[in-house]
T-cell receptor, first 116, second 113 residues
Framework: GENVEQHPSTLSVQEGDSAVIKCTYSDSASNYFPWYKQELGKRPQLIID?????GEKKDQRIAVTLNKTAKHFSLHITETQPEDSAVYFC???????????????FGTGTQLKVEL | DTEVTQTPKHLVMGMTNKKSLKCEQH?????MYWYKQKAKKPPELMFV???????INESVPSRFSPECPNSSLLNLHLHALQPEDSALYLC????????????FGQGTRLTVV
């Protein structure tokens, strides 16, 4: 089955700096890569996703890059703010199989702390 | 409406109790999921329902019994749980096609005593 590794496990940055979180996956058939943000005591919420036919996607201060050959993808947050502090999970899935739903395999998570 | 609603928010149960967790969505999603999340860990997939039929069971012990009465509802029946089953149980839903966003409920915080 799919295995997703995520680094670093913790990341502290100063407000205004950039943060980068990296993930690698094992199943070359995976085709969908979302990133979730989970604040303490709250639900995971999608912040950005990318599909295997795209190499990069950007949404304001957040961007994701995908390298299918190397089987890794990264989350980039620019101009970090204190409200960006949370746990971030990458995930991978091979969806589209009939009756299979969208089975997500999550990375181990990165605790991001943005300091004033 | 982009909400997945779970009840109850908190549940404390004894090891001999029977209880149920409920999940509801009205986004027309035909895939629904149960995840288990321990503190400081990622969500772990338990079950996937697709068009109200169980499509994936990730080798979950039989003391957890899922049920999908209709396309909007998903239940998780609990019986004879162990203290190590204490966790946050998350329900999610998505469209039943390639690479679509999974929407999570706020979860049920379960404590087994």
């Amino acid at each position: 089955g799919e295995n997703v590794e995520q680094h670093p496990s913790t990341l502290s940055v100063q407000e205004g700096d950039s943060a980068v979180i990296k993930c690698t996956y094992s199943d070359s058939a995976s085709n969908y890569f979302p990133w979730y943000k989970q604040e303490l005591g709250k639900r995971p919420q999608l912040i950005i996703d990318i599909r295997s036919n795209v190499g990069e996607k950007k949404d304001q201060r957040i961007a994701v890059t995908l390298n299918k050959t190397a089987k890794h993808f990264s989350l980039h947050i620019t101009e970090t703010q204190p409200e960006d502090s949370a746990v971030y999970f990458c995930a991978a899935s091979r969806s589209g199989v009939t009756g299979g739903g969208n089975k997500l395999t999550f990375g181990t998570g990165t605790q991001l702390k943005v300091e004033l | 409406d982009t909400e997945v609603t779970q009840t109850p928010k908190h549940l404390v149960m004894g090891m001999t109790n029977k209880k149920s967790l409920k999940c509801e969505q009205h986004m027309g999603h035909r895939a629904m999921y149960w995840y288990k999340q321990k503190a400081k860990k990622p969500p772990e997939l338990m079950f996937v329902y697709s068009y109200e039929k169980l499509s994936i069971n990730e080798s979950v012990p039989s003391r957890f019994s899922p049920e999908c009465p209709n396309s909007s509802l998903l239940n998780l029946h609990l019986h004879a749980l162990q203290p190590e089953d204490s966790a946050l149980y998350l329900c999610a839903s998505s469209q039943e096609n390639r690479g679509t966003e999974a929407f999570f409920g706020q979860g049920t915080r379960l404590t087994v005593v």
